[in-house]
Nanobody, 115 residues
Framework: QVQLVESGGGLVQPGGSLRLSCSIS????????MYWYRQAPGKQREWVAV???????NYADSVKGRFTISRDNAKNTVYLQMNSLKPEDTAVYSC?????????WGQGTQVTVSS
């Protein structure tokens, strides 16, 4: 069973930065796709970013130019660097791994952007 654990969330002022980490039990395979999602209170879960093994990335328009997703296969970890944070970025951020046709999710980490 694949387990994912997010960390790095917290309270930050508007304009600040945070780096989220997603640690994965076992190894990351070259065919895995890694995702970050977020869910704000009262809203549906929203896709944020994706990265594949060669390092190809894609982002939601709402975070493009501010967030960067990366992966370190040797450390079995995926990161989300978040810069220029806005109050509307406040949400629970979760990572997901798509391995073949199976999905595995972490529990999420809270990010609050407020002055």
């Amino acid at each position: 069973q694949v387990q994912l654990v997010e960390s790095g969330g917290g309270l930050v002022q508007p304009g600040g930065s945070l780096r989220l980490s997603c640690s994965i039990s076992g190894s990351i395979f070259s065919t895995d796709f890694m995702y970050w999602y977020r869910q704000a209170p009262g809203k549906q879960r929203e896709w944020v970013a994706v990265i594949n093994s060669p390092g190809g990335t894609n982002y939601a328009d709402s975070v493009k130019g501010r967030f960067t997703i990366s992966r370190d296969n040797a450390k079995n970890t995926v990161y989300l660097q978040m810069n220029s944070l806005k109050p509307e970025d406040t949400a629970v951020y979760s990572c997901k791994i798509l391995r073949r046709k199976s999905e595995y999710w972490g529990q999420g980490t809270q990010v609050t952007v407020s002055s």
